[in-house]
């Protein structure tokens, strides 16, 4: 059972059930076990961060259709209150905080300014926020849940990383029942007419698996762009570091899931712990 909290947007929130509650659980359970097998320890990052952090990614330039941004109520005079679901902009002082679209941005604030090892894994879950044109429950919300697996090192490593995790996700969707279509795509974290995004044409650096047309997991190589951009260096190297990631889109994941089992999350959750046990042998 979900509850839906309703929006401008109609059904942009959920409020996930108890079943639904755990057979997410368990299945974040299964990705941190692979992390934790590639050597990755957690960090825990807030789900808004400064619009300056952001700004440093281009978020606002490549993204600003996904962006929500946020700053507090001016109570200099009386309170203000909100008309039909809104307050008016009179009423909020200058927004300084954004909210994420993805979680592996707070990776790469974790190591700014630091030297790390050429084969540094770390993992993140953290709540992402869409303004989408559209929301389609658990398909497609404004504020979802993100498991990642992050990379930073060397590039040898962030592909290393990536091909491992390929094979991961792909075999646990075998082992699920799950018919994964793997389909290369673009996020334009390098400037449109740059030198970077030629080469991003000519070498895709993003690949997403797809149920359905719905894309549950993608693999992601940035070089070093997020290095540069956070002064991450490589220890005894200092060159520039580069970086890649894992994600999970994890409310995805029960959609696909609880279609496939026809609604019964018992049985979505049995398969999963299963297929999880496998893949750990």
Same mark, same amino acid.
């Given at each position: ?40 320890? *957690? ?11 952001? /700004?440093?990614?281009?978020?606002? *330039? ?44 707070? @990776? ?39 498991? /990642? ?23 646990? @969707? ?15 974290? #390098? /400037?449109?007419?740059?030198?970077? $995004? ?10 997403? #698996? ?36 894992? @994600? ?25 712990? $299963?297929? $999880?046990? @496998?893949?750990?042998?």
């Amino acid at each position: 059972m979900t509850a839906t909290i309703s929006t401008a947007r109609g059904g942009a929130l959920t409020i996930l059930g108890p079943d639904q509650t755990d057979l997410l659980r368990d299945l974040d359970r299964a990705i941190t076990g692979w992390a934790a097998g590639a050597g990755a320890r *957690e960090i825990m990052a807030p789900p808004v961060y400064p619009l300056s952090d952001l /700004e440093k990614f281009d978020v606002y *330039e490549n993204f600003p259709h996904l962006q929500f941004v946020g700053g507090p109520l001016d109570v200099t005079g009386a309170p203000p209150a909100p008309v039909e679901g809104a307050f008016a902009s009179r009423d909020v002082d200058p927004p300084f905080l954004g909210l994420p679209h993805s979680s592996c941005y707070g @990776a790469y604030l974790f190591f700014e300014k630091q030297a790390v090892a050429p084969d540094t894994t770390i993992t993140l879950i953290n709540r992402c926020f869409r303004n989408e044109a559209k929301y389609e429950g658990l398909r497609r919300l404004l504020s979802f849940q993100m498991r /990642e697996i992050v990379a930073v090192g060397t590039f040898e490593h962030t592909q290393d990383v990536n091909a491992r995790f390929t094979d991961r996700i792909e075999r646990f @969707a075998k082992d699920l029942g799950l018919v994964l279509d793997k389909k290369a795509a673009t996020d334009p974290f #390098f /400037e449109r007419d740059g030198g970077r $995004a030629l080469l991003q044409r000519l070498s895709p650096v993003k690949h997403e #698996f797809q149920v359905d047309g719905l894309a549950i997991a993608s693999v992601n190589t940035h070089r070093n762009f997020f290095g540069e951009r956070c002064d991450i260096t490589v220890e005894g190297t200092g060159d520039h570091a580069f970086t890649g990631c894992v @994600a999970f889109g994890l409310e995805r994941w029960l959609a696909v899931l609880s279609d496939l089992y026809g609604g019964d999350l018992q049985r979505a959750r049995a398969a999963v712990n $299963a297929a $999880a046990d @496998a893949a750990a042998t």
